[in-house]
């Protein structure tokens, strides 16, 4: 039994060599800030088993935004026996950076020297024994992603857990500095802390406020003493930095060879086209686009009839085996209307989704994503909104649970807490179900505008939302972006392949848990009290359903039906349709969901109840995440009302308005 960290850089392929040392399937992405929390696996190597923890990235120690600390309290909190530190090979100056850090920090690390193989592309030499010399540590050059180098890896990394050995460096911080580093370490020499004095002395004097916290915990220095040192702090910071680059320099500079001249990569030939000044947006909006009209051409005319009629065929047969088994009629009406209606309706839908994500998946492991963000940094300052908020809102699209999660590598609370109240307005896949059903039934022929158009609207009311919130709930400074463009890379099949799946298997879970179990609690009401008929308003939901029906009367879908299904979709999205299919599918034998749509809604009151699912209150996975995140309850409720008036005030304007003009 043993323990590793997978340690480094954001985007240095951790989680890659995570899911190929343990066969998880974590989220990769070719952008800076995948991986917001801890993650465990197990593997075996010679008959041992190893547990693995991969880590959000970070670039020092001294950390800032939620995943950072996360990183940090893990490794502080010396739970592995070895840090597997993954290197990128191809910028081993900012990398070393905290390598450094980790090996003052006096922690068992062995070097990871990751994407090797495109260092190599870029005529970077480096000579790895002359590098492990240098750090004293072992070094071991790998390719994650085509799990080169990982036996080895895996071999230096427990033997060198196993040693007596510990790393030691020592760096030279200048004279001045050097003497103070001894003077605390002198104060603080009665201790009987996990960590080298040393390095407790050179963070005390970086400011590094945690470790204060830490010495006046652990060592009850006076108070006097510890606020001279923050003055102190205050002149050497920098300084301490720069000599950890000089070190770091001297490092590298026999150990590897650079191309004097840098060739322009094609990453930078297609990066002066996407991410440029006035074509950088227009060109994110043309993707988005096309990725819409494909989703429908392929996930609708391709593979949607197939899915749609194996439903149909499987539906007919469950009844008739059913009806030859000589079930009651209620269990008979349970599976037809509630799960074949019901559940069945969001199921025909599931090509689409799976083709959708397809393509994000995609754009995310190209790396075109950080370009999104990129482009956008510029409009979303003017807004005063940080630029990493539209990497959250993108991966808010998946689902608003990980969005929001994605919130956490923010470093500033009020950046924070923005970005996280405005990610429900980004449509999740669950959302997806609702709009494939509404424009079958009232813009079949243009789908992937109505699309585009829907998930453009998102985005800008987030940002608008955004700017208010920036305006006048939080007042305190945002700060800069820096967002790094790590090079395009080819997206490995496998992985997107894989998130696909995932997508369908997270489905395929929900409807068997969350919508199945309101699927079913609804029939029961919609069936009840005996002797009515089923589905009716009589029935004890459609007499709920009336009560609060009036509600929508405004914005023109005032129904029970609509009433109902809305409020079952705050329990998960994928109930709205599927509570409309069963509700409708009661009315009359064999009516499809689109046919009864189209007597009850118009297309004007089609788009106000689109853009009601689209920005009200958002599902309780996500309620539950924002509970959790920001420690709120006051915020979560804020969270469950404001999207939810928001929605209300829009469908209200859309459907006002579109009665003014005739439509
Ligand atoms: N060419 C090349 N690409 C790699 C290698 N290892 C990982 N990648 C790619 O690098 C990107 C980032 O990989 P991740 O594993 O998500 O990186 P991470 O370190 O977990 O990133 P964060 O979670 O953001 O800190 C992905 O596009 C991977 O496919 C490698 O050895 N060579
Ligand atoms: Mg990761």
């Known amino acids: 039994m043993g323990t590793i960290a997978l340690v480094g850089n954001p985007n240095s392929g951790k989680t890659t060599l995570f899911n190929a040392l343990t066969g998880s399937n974590q989220h990769i992405g070719n952008w800076p800030g995948v991986t917001v929390e801890k993650k465990e696996g197990k593997f075996k190597y010679k008959e041992v088993q190893y547990t693995v923890f991969d880590l959000p990235g970070t670039y020092s120690l001294g950390a800032y935004s939620e995943d950072e600390i996360v990183a940090r309290d893990f490794i502080l909190s010396g739970s592995s026996d070895v840090v597997i530190n993954v290197v990128d090979a191809t910028n081993l100056e900012r990398n070393l950076y905290l390598t450094t850090q980790l090996l003052e920090m006096g922690v068992k690390v062995v070097v990871a020297l990751n994407m090797m193989d495109e260092a190599r592309q870029k005529n970077i030499e480096i000579d790895i024994n002359t590098l492990s010399k240098n750090l004293g540590i072992p070094v071991i050059a790998t390719v994650a992603s085509k799990n080169k180098g990982l036996e080895d890896l895996i071999e230096k990394a427990v033997e060198y857990a196993k040693s007596g050995e510990y790393p030691k460096i020592n760096i030279s911080y200048g004279e001045e500095i050097d003497r103070e580093i001894e003077k605390i370490e002198s104060l603080l020499d009665s201790s009987n802390s996990k960590y080298p004095n040393k390095w407790l002395a050179v963070k005390l004097l970086e400011g590094d406020e945690e470790i204060f916290k830490l010495v006046e915990k652990d060592f009850e220095l006076p108070r006097d003493v510890l606020s001279s040192i923050?003055?102190?702090?205050?002149?050497?910071?920098?300084?301490?930095?720069?000599?950890?680059?000089?070190?770091?320099?001297?490092?590298?500079?026999?150990?590897?060879?650079?191309?004097?001249?840098?060739?322009?990569?094609?990453?930078?030939?297609?990066?002066?086209?996407?991410?440029?000044?006035?074509?950088?947006?227009?060109?994110?909006?043309?993707?988005?686009?096309?990725i819409f009209q494909l989703t429908f051409a392929i996930g609708q005319d391709l593979l949607g009839g197939y899915v749609g009629d194996f439903v149909g065929f499987i539906g007919e047969k469950v009844a008739d085996l059913l009806t030859l088994i000589n079930s009651p009629e209620w269990l008979k009406s349970f599976i037809a209307e509630g799960i074949f209606g019901g559940i069945g309706t969001v199921f025909e839908f599931i090509p689409l989704i799976v083709v959708l994500y397809f393509f994000i998946g995609i754009l995310e492991d190209t790396g075109y994503m950080a370009r999104a963000a990129y482009v956008m940094d510029g409009l979303m300052r003017a807004?005063?909104?940080?630029?990493?908020?539209?990497?959250?809102?993108?991966?808010?699209?998946?689902?608003?649970?990980?969005?929001?999660?994605?919130?956490?590598?923010?470093?500033?609370?009020?950046?924070?807490?923005?970005?996280?109240?405005?990610?429900?307005?980004?449509?999740?896949?669950?959302?997806?179900?609702?709009?494939?059903?509404?424009?079958?039934?009232?813009?079949?022929?243009?789908?992937?505008?109505?699309?585009?158009?829907?998930?453009?609207?998102?985005?800008?009311?987030?940002?608008?939302?955004?700017?208010?919130?920036?305006?006048?709930?939080?007042?305190?400074?945002?700060?800069?972006?820096?967002?790094?463009?790590?090079?395009?890379?080819?997206?490995?099949?496998?992985?997107?392949?894989?998130?696909?799946?995932?997508?369908?298997?997270?489905?395929?879970?929900?409807?068997?848990?969350?919508?199945?179990?309101?699927?079913?609690?609804?029939?029961?009401?919609?069936?009840?009290?005996?002797?009515?008929?089923?589905?009716?308003?009589?029935?004890?939901?459609?007499?709920?359903?009336?009560?609060?029906?009036?509600?929508?009367?405004?914005?023109?879908?005032?129904?029970?039906?609509?009433?109902?299904?809305?409020?079952?979709?705050?329990?998960?999205?994928?109930?709205?349709?599927?509570?409309?299919?069963?509700?409708?599918?009661?009315?009359?034998?064999?009516?499809?969901?689109?046919?009864?749509?189209?007597?009850?809604?118009?297309?004007?009151?089609?788009?106000?109840?689109?853009?009601?699912?689209?920005?009200?209150?958002?599902?309780?996975?996500?309620?539950?995440?924002?509970?959790?995140?920001?420690?709120?309850?006051?915020?979560?409720?804020?969270?469950?009302?404001?999207?939810?008036?928001?929605?209300?005030?829009?469908?209200?304007?859309?459907?006002?308005?579109?009665?003014?003009?005739?439509?």
């Open 230 to 290: 923050k003055e102190k702090a205050a002149v050497y910071e920098l300084e301490i930095v720069d000599r950890r680059y000089a070190f770091i320099g001297n490092i590298i500079g026999s150990a590897v060879k650079k191309p004097i001249r840098e060739v322009e990569t094609l990453t930078d030939k297609i990066d002066k086209v996407v991410t440029h000044k006035y074509f950088g947006i227009p060109i994110f909006a043309i993707i988005m686009f096309v």
């Open 383 to 663: 807004l005063g909104l940080h630029g990493k908020t539209f990497i959250s809102m993108i991966v808010g699209f998946g689902c608003n649970v990980p969005g929001i999660m994605a919130t956490r590598t923010l470093d500033n609370k009020k950046d924070r807490m923005i970005a996280l109240l405005i990610n429900p307005f980004m449509s999740c896949g669950a959302r997806l179900p609702i709009y494939l059903v509404f424009i079958a039934a009232f813009f079949p022929s243009h789908g992937g505008i109505v699309l585009f158009l829907l998930y453009a609207f998102g985005i800008i009311t987030a940002l608008v939302m955004g700017k208010i919130f920036s305006k006048f709930l939080f007042k305190e400074e945002s700060s800069h972006f820096i967002m790094e463009l790590p090079p395009y890379r080819l997206p490995i099949f496998k992985y997107v392949v894989r998130s696909m799946w995932d997508k369908v298997w997270d489905f395929l879970y929900r409807a068997g848990s969350i919508i199945f179990v309101v699927v079913a609690l609804l029939w029961v009401l919609s069936v009840l009290p005996f002797g009515v008929e089923p589905y009716s308003q009589e029935s004890i939901l459609g007499r709920i359903g009336t009560i609060l029906a009036p509600i929508f009367k405004p914005a023109g879908f005032g129904t029970w039906q609509a009433t109902v299904s809305l409020f079952a979709g705050i329990a998960a999205k994928e109930a709205v349709v599927a509570i409309l299919g069963m509700v409708y599918a009661g009315v009359s034998e064999g009516t499809e969901l689109i046919l009864a749509l189209q007597e009850v809604f118009t297309p004007l009151t089609a788009v106000s109840f689109l853009a009601m699912t689209l920005l009200y209150t958002p599902c309780a996975a996500v309620l539950g995440t924002v509970k959790r995140e920001t420690n709120s309850i006051k915020w979560t409720i804020f969270m469950a009302v404001y999207t939810f008036i928001l929605g209300w005030i829009v469908a209200v304007l859309i459907y006002q308005v579109g009665r003014l003009l005739g439509f």
